[in-house]
């Protein structure tokens, strides 16, 4: 299991502005290696490892969706639980200037741009999920209610 840190980010700035309890841990960032990858540094499940997701629809509008590490969006759930046509995933340099964070890096807080947040409604369900903390390699763990009492996202189901 990789070593709690106290990394500092806008993402544990945030979340120590608002009182939130949680631990930073920091992990070897593997390009392309996904939740896959950090969830087997840290030792814990995938599916508690929290995927930020940058999406926009037929307008061009972008979306945060946050998924279970283990599991896919279904787009078209999406975009119809939403009301719009289609939805798809933004290229990284489109969701790097929505959000300031680099793809890998990815958090739902501390977006550069406050953008629509929705989450996989069975997230909440779970004890503790590890969310990105603002740059590759590094997670924050948190009760999911924290996650919901900050950012209020609207809860989805639209996992595959």
Known sequence: MAKKKTSSSPVTRLLQQHGASFDVHEYKYTPQGGTACSSKELGVDEHQVIKTLVM?????????????????????????????????????????????YMVGGTS?????KK??????????????????????????CIAPQTLE????????????
């Open 56 to 100: 926009e629809d037929e307008k061009q509008s972008p979306y945060i969706i946050l998924m279970h590490g283990d599991r896919s969006v279904s787009t078209k759930e999406l975009a119809r639980s939403i009301g719009c046509k289609t939805i798809s995933a933004c290229r990284p340099e489109v969701a790097q200037r929505h959000t300031g």
């Open 108 to 112: 739902p807080f501390a977006t550069r």
């Open 115 to 140: 953008l629509p947040l929705y989450a996989e409604a069975s997230i909440m369900t779970l004890d503790q999920i590890f969310i990105n903390a603002g740059r590759r390699g590094l997670l924050v």
């Open 149 to 160: 009492s900050i950012l209020r996202p609207t809860l989805v189901h639209v996992a595959v």
